[in-house]
């Protein structure tokens, strides 16, 4: 490669230093990046200020978000104002310093937005990977490499480099330079496409007005129609034509009818609940060996949280064919019930009423539809006695408010001396002779079918 344009750019940086002029551009330097972090500054105070005075509260997160972008701006302002300085500052004296002051600042913009964009994609919860690290690693060096080659002025020679590097491809030859273009455009445009379809997901499920499965459908085809838009864009930028995918198209119609049928199946499936409204997220259902909290709709599967905290992830095309018991679809009411023995001389009119009324004034048991104890059978140990009661809130779980009820109820039957039976059995030793027979001088006759 030519070495001149390096050369020329040392020069003209040791003459710059030899003139006073050098002074000014320094100081518009640190006047420009320091008016840039004062006006950031009162940014971020102005707008947490507004958050603090909102009706609605603002999460922690969505505070975080919002100075992740601030960032973005210091670079950003920096660069605008180092342009302006420089178109006036140039018909004075030379400005070699401000040339290279710009694309630094523009390319830590770059970053900076680069950064936002992969972690607003790819950790949504601030949970960064060690791959992701790596990737906004690679990220930081490509964007500096290139600032690197635009500054020395070597990006020209670079580019005819890699025009000149040829690769067949079946009939046609592509360069090297064409085939990076290539895949730059269309990961750009995917991760912008990503991007808004993250931000249109977050919008939609902020508007109280719709369903929330109304929602997660138009997310999801949002967020495909971005997606099959930029990778259309993306091909026609690079020319690529477009009339080449129907080859595709006829080869995946082909793979669908044979190998992808599960995949096709589960994915009309999950818009099919969607749109049908059969489950919604937060509801409590029972699939299966499944049972657990609705936490997501995907177009391939659906997450079931578990009162242990267990995620299960079930197919949508089992939503679809099977059964569900669905216990918040339209009442969010839920009967559940709990046992106990009490023993035959209990009286059960008294003990009723304070059963009922301890099981009532358990948190989270219904006062609408007050609880009721009704009396099963006549058990071979003593009464077996039914506790009902009533949830509203389902998705809780089940385990804790039996729980409380369970002890309530046992508190009520030691305060009030009711016994609680339980089986009692004898135990014989196989082999041991068996206990002598009372006489008849203590009095009591033998038993039936034995010899005086």
């Not at 007005?209 to 997606?227: E, N």
């Not at 930028?237 to 992808?260: E, K, N, P, R």
């Not at 994915?267 to 409590?284: A, H, P, Q, W, Y």
């Amino acid at each position: 490669m030519n070495e001149t344009l390096l050369l020329n750019l040392i020069t003209d940086f040791v003459n710059d230093f030899r003139q006073p002029a050098i002074l000014w551009q320094a100081l518009v330097i640190v006047a420009c990046l320091a008016l840039s972090w004062l006006l950031v500054r009162q940014l971020r105070v102005f707008l947490h200020k507004r958050a603090e005075a909102a009706a609605t509260p603002v999460t922690p997160e969505t505070l975080q978000r919002t100075d992740s972008f601030i960032r973005i701006l210091t670079p950003v302002l920096a660069a605008m104002l180092l342009g302006i300085a420089q178109h006036f500052l140039a018909k004075f004296q030379s400005v070699n310093l401000l040339s290279i002051a710009i694309p630094l600042c523009t390319s830590m913009a770059l970053v900076r937005f680069g950064f936002y964009v992969l972690r607003r994609i790819f950790a949504r919860h601030g949970d960064v990977s060690p791959t992701m690290l790596l990737l906004e690693k690679i990220f930081t060096v490509v964007v500096w490499a290139g600032m690197a080659l635009y500054i020395t002025g070597l990006w020209p020679e670079l580019h005819a480099f890699l025009e000149g590097i040829v690769v067949p491809l079946g009939r046609n030859k592509v360069s090297v330079a064409a085939i990076l273009q290539a895949a730059i455009s269309v990961a750009v445009l995917l991760v912008l496409a990503m991007w808004a379809g993250t931000s249109l997901d977050e919008r939609l499920m902020k508007m109280q007005g719709l369903h929330t499965s109304l929602r997660v459908v138009l997310s999801r085809m949002g967020r495909a129609v971005l997606i099959l838009v930029s990778v259309l864009v993306s091909l026609s930028l690079v020319g690529i034509d477009l009339t080449v995918l129907s080859v595709f198209g006829g080869a995946f119609g082909v793979a669908l009818g044979f190998g992808l049928q599960k995949i096709a199946a589960n994915f009309v499936s999950g818009f099919i609940i969607l749109l049908d409204r059969s489950l919604t997220i937060g509801d409590m259902i029972t699939v299966g060996q499944f049972t657990g909290k609705v936490t997501q709709i995907n177009t391939r599967y659906t997450v079931l949280l578990g009162g242990d905290g267990v995620e299960s992830i079930v197919p949508n095309e089992m939503l679809i064919s099977g059964g569900v018991q669905n216990m918040s679809l339209s009442n969010r009411m839920v009967w559940l019930s709990t046992a106990v023995s009490v023993g035959y001389e209990t009286d059960l009119d008294v003990i009723f009423p304070l059963l009922e009324a301890a099981t009532a004034k358990v948190p989270r048991v219904s006062q609408s539809n007050p609880p009721s104890a009704t009396l099963v059978r006549f058990g071979a140990d003593g009464l077996d006695v039914q506790i009902g009661f009533w949830i509203a809130d389902p998705e809780n779980g089940t385990g804790g408010v039996k729980s409380n009820v369970n002890r309530a109820i046992w508190r009520t039957l030691q305060e009030h001396k009711v016994t609680v039976p339980f089986p009692q059995r004898e135990l014989r030793i196989v082999g041991t002779p068996p206990a002598p027979l009372a006489s008849a001088a203590d009095g009591e006759s033998p038993p039936s079918g034995t010899q005086p």
